[in-house]
Each structure stands twice: as C-alpha cells, then as structure tokens.
Nanobody, 122 residues
Framework: QVQLVESGGGLVQPGGSLELSCAASAFTLDYYAIAWFRQAPGKEREGVSCISRRGGMPYYADSVKGRFTISRDIAKNTVYLRMNGLKPEDTTVYYC???????????????WGQGTQVTVSS
C-alpha cells in the first residue's frame, strides 16, 4: 500500500528554520516525483516545491524561492524540504504528494500524506 508520511513540523520563530521529511513506502522515488503543497485555512492549496523522479530540476514557487530547498535520500526513500528564513505567512499545514514535477495540477497527484503543521510565530 502506497503511503507518504510527513514529519518535522513545529513551532519556530520568524527567521528560523525547519526541515520537513516525507517518507515513502510501497514505491521508490524513481517511480514518482514528490511535491510539497501547503494550504492555509480559507486559501487555495499552493504547490510549494517538487523534485523529479530522476532527482533533477527542482521546482519552487516564487513565494519560497531562495528560502526553501528540496532534496532526497534514495537509501531512505525520503524527500526533505529545508525551510530557511521562515515568515509568519509560511504558517500552515504542509503535505507531500506523489505525482509529477513541475507542479501543474493537483489532479496529477494520486497519493498524499496526512500533513504536518508548521507555525511561524514569535
């Protein structure tokens, strides 16, 4: 059974850093691209970043470009999202999903994790 499990969320002060993890099971990372999405209450879901199944050409939304870095560990079958320079507006639930990269439509993602909460506040 395909499963994605996020971890690493938490409370951090503005300007701080967090690293989210997305552990995949029942498939390897060379089969699906992995993307990170976020959705704040009352807002549309936003595609934040993704990494292709070959590990190249990462995609970043303009809102996080230069602050977030996506990477993966093939041996651990895990994708990471390193978030630096966090801002209060980054506060929301972050989800990872298996599908395509770059991010074009949510319909291309058939598997989603349960989400992890990131809160940026002083």
């Amino acid at each position: 059974q395909v499963q994605l499990v996020e971890s690493g969320g938490g409370l951090v002060q503005p300007g701080g850093s967090l690293e989210l993890s997305c552990a995949a099971s029942a498939f390897t990372l060379d089969y699906y691209a992995i993307a990170w999405f976020r959705q704040a209450p009352g807002k549309e879901r936003e595609g934040v970043s993704c990494i292709s199944r070959r590990g190249g050409m990462p995609y970043y939304a303009d809102s996080v470009k230069g602050r977030f870095t996506i990477s993966r560990d093939i041996a651990k079958n895990t994708v990471y999202l390193r978030m630096n320079g966090l801002k209060p507006e980054d506060t929301t639930v972050y989800y990872c999903a298996a599908g395509i990269c770059p991010i074009t439509t949510e319909l291309a993602y058939g598997y989603w994790g349960q989400g992890t909460q990131v809160t940026v506040s002083s």
